[in-house]
Nanobody, 115 residues
Framework: QVQLVESGGGLVRPGGSLRLSCTAS????????MAWDRQAPGKQRELVAR???????TYADAVKGRFTIFKGNAKNTVYLEMNSLKPEDTAVYYC?????????WGQGTQVTVSS
């Protein structure tokens, strides 16, 4: 079984920064891609950023130039660096990954951007 555990959420003022981390553990043979999604109250879950095993990245238009997804030195860890945060970035952020040809999700971490 594979588990994804997120951390790093919290309360930040507009214009501030946060870094989220996601670590995959368990019986991992191959990680095809990792991604961050978010879901704001009353809205559908949406893709924020994705990183393929090759390192190729994609971003939602709303976060381009402000967010960066990258792999950490720690094994099976991916980060989401979020800068210039806006109130509309407030949401529960979920890590997900295509691992061993199955899709797994973390439990989510709350990010609140407010003055």
């Amino acid at each position: 079984q594979v588990q994804l555990v997120e951390s790093g959420g919290g309360l930040v003022r507009p214009g501030g920064s946060l870094r989220l981390s996601c670590t995959a553990s368990g019986s991992i043979f191959s990680i095809y891609e990792m991604a961050w999604d978010r879901q704001a109250p009353g809205k559908q879950r949406e893709l924020v950023a994705r990183i393929a095993a090759s390192g190729y990245t994609t971003y939602a238009d709303a976060v381009k130039g402000r967010f960066t997804i990258f792999k950490g030195n720690a094994k099976n860890t991916v980060y989401l660096e979020m800068n210039s945060l806006k109130p509309e970035d407030t949401a529960v952020y979920y890590c997900n990954g295509v691992i061993n040809r199955d899709e797994y999700w973390g439990q989510g971490t709350q990010v609140t951007v407010s003055s």
